[in-house]
């Protein structure tokens, strides 16, 4: 789960428990950040340590789970939107740059989903644009802006962001993956309708790819994102 309100981390604890499920989140996480949670039926151990992403604490909750597939690690991850706040701005980038370096050496196969608020677009072959990068009309492609300020972070933001289409060699969308004919090219949309991009991602060690990955064919009347579902 993503946009878990820390300050009902407890609320949502004590419902899924009663529900059979253990409840993973990180209730040292600031008050003010949304972040990350899993719930599973599975056995299941919850895993720190292996994100080195700053000051933004319960971003990305992990846990070693005992599956059909064998023993997996998830990742639930929450990438805040940018902000104009120097602060916001750097959140996003530094939790994603994050999970390739700290799932590069991990032996286990690896599923890493939630919330990426990236990327702005998707290439033919597969490849993630930044929403760092702007689009030419007239060339018919994407390229890095230098009349930017900042241009240092928009790099940083650009790496970042295009990684996670394949944050480690192992390892691929499994939207992509599947193809998906009959499912939504989106998840996320604006109010306006105007904008609409796929946000919401289940990455996953190519060794235990999903058998069919999906998003809900109508956006909810509460929210902006097709909720995400993927069958092993």
């Known amino acids: 789960m993503s946009e878990v309100n820390h300050n009902y ?6 419902t899924y428990t009663a529900l059979g499920y253990a409840f993973f989140a990180d209730q040292n996480a600031h008050t003010s950040q949304m972040g990350a949670a899993i719930a599973t039926k599975l056995p299941a151990k919850q895993l720190s340590g292996i994100f ?12 070693e789970i005992a599956s059909s597939l064998g023993d997996i690690e998830l990742h639930a991850v929450y990438a805040r939107p940018d902000s104009g706040r120097t602060p916001l701005t750097r959140m996003k980038p530094a ?8 799932i590069l050496n991990r032996p286990l196969p690896q599923i ?8 702005q677009a998707e290439a033919a072959d597969g490849t993630w644009v930044s929403f760092a990068r702007a689009f030419s009309r007239s060339s018919n492609e994407w390229y890095m802006p230098t009349y ?3 241009i240092d972070l928009h790099e940083f933001k650009d790496i970042a962001e295009s990684a ?12 992509q993956a599947a193809g998906c004919p009959d499912s939504p090219r989106t998840s996320w949309r604006h109010s306006s309708g105007s904008e609409k991009y796929r946000l919401d ?10 058998s069919k990955v999906w998003y809900t064919a109508d956006f909810p009347a509460w929210g902006d994102h097709r909720a995400m579902i993927a069958d092993w």
């Open 148 to 150: 930017r300020s900042h």
């Open 52 to 63: 080195d992403h700053g000051q933004y604490a319960g971003a990305i909750v992990s846990a």
């Open 201 to 210: 991602h289940i990455v996953a060690s190519t060794a235990i790819m999903p």
């Open 112 to 119: 890493v989903a939630g919330d990426f608020n990236a990327p």
């Open 9 to 14: 981390v407890a609320l949502w604890r004590d």
């Open 95 to 102: 939790i994603l740059d994050s999970i390739p370096r700290g």
């Open 164 to 175: 996670m289409a394949r944050p480690r060699a192992d390892m691929r969308c499994t939207f």
